[in-house]
């Protein structure tokens, strides 16, 4: 009983959503955003941070859920560890949007339209 315990904890623990800022951007190409013009790429711009930051929201907000309902697998009652499990689909669609982000970040850089995102996800290199 303790080792089948402590197998469902250690899988409880890996299956923790991700905090948003660990969340690495995804390939986009600017390519997408060549044919914009610079008030086309600040309404995009807009756009796509607003969906960031609800997804951001909601990504750390699955976290701190998955935090507590490890806690309490740890504490209190181990069947509680089965209802760790992160949310794959935000991390994905956050992710996505952090791509767009630096692709019409580099849209704007090539047509100087000198939009940038404050907060803006690290570079990929």
Partial sequence: MRVFAVVALCAALGGCASAAS???P???S?????S????QLALEAQA??????TLSGAQDSQRTKDGLATAAAVVIFWPAAFFVGG????AAELSQMKGQMVA?????IAKKCNIQFQ????AAE
Avoid: L, M
């Fill in 119 to 122: 907060g803006k996800p690290p």
């Fill in 48 to 53: 796509i941070s607003t969906r960031a930051a």
């Fill in 26 to 28: 995804a390939y986009v």
């Fill in 30 to 34: 600017p390519v997408a955003y060549q």
């Fill in 22 to 24: 660990d969340i690495a």
């Fill in 36 to 39: 914009y013009t610079c008030q």
């Fill in 87 to 90: 949310d794959k689909q935000t």
């Fill in 104 to 108: 019409v970040e580099q849209a704007s």
